[in-house]
């Protein structure tokens, strides 16, 4: 992010810059001179990567995740200080900016608070109150407020004048309240306390149209159901949402539990300008004015506030599945430099094959047609063994789509056929293959290939290294999130965006391999830049030392002190080249070498020797003992991989589709989604099933991403398989006791928000939380939607993307 630091107005207290960075320091439990150096290496051009590796004297250690935290902090409260500056502005030019006011302003630490302060002096267009207040109403409204003892019809008789459009005296009355209705609706303290109030009391209520019953079936769950605003899970609110979108189901936001007379909000109300019923003339038009302003403008208000932020929160979760979910799939480890045959499945079209040798090079491509309709299976197998002996092939990639287990059975056979070989087969998922294979990076990459066959080559590629090829695809296609289509662009690119520059940086880059998109994705080097750096290694041969980065067009100082660190050049003129240390820091190295005798390629690697060496003795004014501590690391294990070793799942034999499976069953499989209600596996059967999160553990479960993360390999028994609906039910818990297999039944009931009955508090539609009863539905509904047959009903309408099963693009 590239944040430019708001100087201090003239006059102002303080400085805004300053109060910012304290803010944040406060929050991150840090101190205030990190986040300064933080901010300043931020609007310097510095990446998140770049300063949690390579700054971190600056900083003190402030690590990735806080950065972030950081940077994220810091764009809000810049942007609140922007709005602050234009609120300010505002008000003083319609001159009614007093001291207090400007102190109340100055004082908003979020926007909705500033928003509510800004209100009455909002420009708008003209309201009921500002023409009752240009008939000359405002002091009858005033002396009803001030003296309830006046008799409303009698005070408002005086100011009776049809000129002024006031015809009669219940007219005059009708100005007074919409004068007062304004009035209440715009104390800023008043709303805040009610928005507040409104959030831990209130719950967001839904209901099926009239008729929408069939067509809105996917939602029944939702037909007649309630929960606490506070209590609703993101997908839950999304899924809400999205049935009120496609005008299924009617919404409503109840502030609290119907009671007779008055709510404790009109309450409220009332005892903040003075209203109370004494029996006085004018308290029962005083207390008809409160019950219109809460009915008419201040529920509206706080309705639309408090829709905006549980959309807001639960876009804010969902991103965050997201992204963690990416993470997990971008750093699942890599099979390494093996030559690997592609196999992109189908049945009428057949199978696409694509050889890639170590580097990912295609070296090779066919088609071969072993299933259905054509069935020539033994001429397939002996094309994949002549392919896979004329080019030493390791690795049998086989994607995961339709005709995936078929074609898994096909390797299976070529293994079998010929040991010699020395064959491993792998199902990889192919998510995203079709919108890659399509892209124009595809056609510039692979260009005269048919687009068919770059399917093949992406999921060979993929199993040889993961990131480097999911990073040339757009992270929403890859299928890892839930609800994405629900959220905002810009909030979920950013936060992916982040994701894949970490990945990237963490593990580092082979600049003498690697692709445009990887590159773009290293600290510091733009798409145009990637580019450049590929055109100069295409013209002139791989770079042979950093130094060499130099000399590509438009790579100035800024970008190489932001890249150089992130880029491995193996096998060039300097050893250090192909480690993490830094180009500025190989200074220390050198003292390093000079301390302990003999080359730097010498001490790279050499346990004994690094060991004995003292950080302290070459600490500097320049590198603290964080950075030569690092250094240290690194040179011990040089380019290391923070991605954990290869290892492959085994499908059960004879299990090939869901009428193959039986609870009871304990089966292999790959963790293909983590959502907040629990994990989706793939065993095997061209269906995930849902390991639902109080089927992980005998222990409460709040995050499923605490049990498991996307590309985990892990054994589940099946508890309920449903044919017809095509829903898998299994569980983590092998001990488990399978469901009696019931055709058309659902998993077995679980209480909505994903906790066992037992580990709930109290019982049918009531729990006590926090001393206080709360409704919690007004109907259990027949099946809960945080279980597999809800979650596969989801995922079959789109409204879940479970991953691994997103690119079923042949027939």
């Given amino acids: 992010m590239q944040a430019q630091a708001q100087p201090a107005r003239e006059g102002e207290s303080g400085n805004v810059t300053t109060s910012i960075e304290g803010r944040i320091a406060e929050e991150l439990g840090v101190r205030e001179r990190q986040v300064r ?400 294979s399509a892209s124009a990076f595809a056609s510039q990459e692979l260009p005269g290939l048919d687009v068919s066959l770059r399917g093949a080559v992406s999921i060979a590629r993929r199993l040889q290294d993961p990131l480097a090829e999911l990073v040339k695809i757009d992270p929403k296609s890859i299928g890892v999130g839930q609800y994405q289509h629900d959220l905002s662009e810009v909030k979920l690119s950013r936060s992916l965006d982040a994701v894949v520059e970490d990945c990237v940086n963490g593990v580092g880059v082979d600049v003498n391999t690697a692709s445009a998109p990887l590159l773009s994705r290293v600290s510091g080097i733009s798409g145009g830049l990637a580019e450049n750096i590929v055109a100069h290694r295409d013209a002139n041969g791989p770079f042979r030392s950093r130094r060499a980065l130099k000399d590509v067009a438009r790579l100035g100082p800024k970008a190489y002190e932001q890249c150089a660190g992130f880029l491995r050049i193996r096998g060039g003129d300097d050893p250090l080249d192909a480690s993490s240390v830094h180009p500025e820091a190989y200074p220390v190295v050198r003292r390093m070498v000079k301390s302990g005798g003999g080359e730097v390629a010498a001490l790279i690697g050499n346990t004994s020797v690094l060991r004995s060496l003292r950080p302290g003795d070459f600490v500097d004014d320049t590198f603290g003992l964080p950075t030569v501590t690092d250094i240290l690391r690194e040179l011990e294990k040089p380019g290391r991989d923070p991605r954990p070793a290869f290892r492959t799942a085994t499908f059960k034999e004879g299990v090939e589709k869901i009428g193959d499976l039986a609870p009871g069953m304990v089966l292999e499989g790959v963790v293909t989604n983590v959502a907040a209600f629990g994990a989706f596996v793939d065993v095997g059967v061209h269906q995930d099933g849902l390991v639902h999160v109080s089927a992980m553990s005998k222990t409460f479960v709040k995050d499923p991403r605490d049990v498991v993360k996307p590309g985990d390999v892990v054994r589940v028994k099946v508890q309920e398989v449903d044919i017809p609906r095509k829903r898998i039910s299994l569980t983590l818990r092998l001990d488990d006791e399978a469901a009696a297999p019931a055709a058309g039944q659902g998993a077995p009931r679980r209480e909505r928000g994903g906790r066992p009955p037992q580990q709930r508090q109290g019982g049918g539609g009531r729990e006590r939380r926090g001393g206080r009863r709360r409704q919690r539905r007004r109907r259990r509904p027949a099946t809960p939607p945080a279980n597999s047959a809800m979650a596969d009903a989801l995922r079959k309408a789109g409204l879940l993307d479970p991953g691994g099963r997103g690119d079923k693009r042949r027939g």
């Fill in 37 to 436: 150096a933080a901010v300043e290496l931020l609007d310097g051009g510095s990446t998140v990567p770049f300063i949690a590796r390579y700054r971190k004297e600056a900083t003190e250690m402030l690590d990735d995740a806080q950065l972030r935290t950081l940077e994220e902090r810091l764009r809000y409260l810049r942007e609140l200080e922007e709005r602050r500056t234009a609120v300010l502005e505002s008000v003083r030019e319609q001159g009614k900016l007093t001291d207090a006011l400007e102190a109340q302003i100055r004082a908003a630490d979020t926007k909705a608070r500033l928003e509510d302060i800004y209100l009455p002096y909002k420009p708008k267009r003209r309201t009921k109150a500002q023409i009752a207040r240009e008939a000359g109403l405002e002091p009858l409204a005033d002396g009803l407020l001030g003296d309830p003892s006046v008799d409303p019809l009698a005070a408002a008789a005086a100011f009776v004048d049809a000129e002024r459009g006031v015809a009669d005296p219940a007219a005059a009355l009708d100005g007074a309240r919409a004068i007062l209705t304004e009035r209440f609706s715009e104390d800023a303290d008043l709303i805040g306390e009610l928005r507040e109030r409104m959030w831990t009391r209130g719950r967001l209520a839904s209901k099926v149209k009239e008729g929408k019953e069939e067509a809105g079936a996917k939602f029944s769950d939702y037909f007649d159901f309630a929960e606490g605003f506070a209590q609703l899970p993101s997908h839950r609110v999304l899924a809400l949402l999205r049935g009120e979108k496609e005008d299924a189901l009617d919404l409503v936001l109840e502030p609290e539990e119907a009671v007779e007379g008055p709510s404790s909000y009109e309450t409220t109300i009332a005892a903040r300008f003075g209203v109370a019923q004494r029996g006085r003339p004018g308290d029962k038009w005083l207390g008809d004015t409160v019950r219109w302003a809460w009915r008419t403008r201040i529920l509206v208000h706080l309705g639309i506030d408090l829709r905006l932020r549980l959309r807001t929160a639960a876009e804010d979760e969902a991103v965050r599945v997201f992204a963690a979910n990416l993470r997990d799939l971008l750093l699942a480890a890599p099979a390494g430099t093996r030559a690997t045959l592609g196999l992109d499945p189908g049945f009428r079209t057949g199978v696409k094959v694509a050889v890639v040798d170590a580097t990912g090079k295609v070296v090779a491509t066919d088609v071969i047609h072993p299933h259905v309709p054509a069935n020539r299976w033994d001429e397939s197998l002996a094309k994949l063994a002549r392919l896979a002996r004329e080019h030493a092939v390791e690795l049998v990639a086989i994607g995961n789509g339709t005709a995936s287990r078929e074609t898994d059975k096909l390797a299976a056979d070529l293994i079998a056929r010929h040991p010699e070989l020395k064959l491993t087969k792998v199902m990889v998922s192919e998510a995203g293959a079709s919108v890659y």
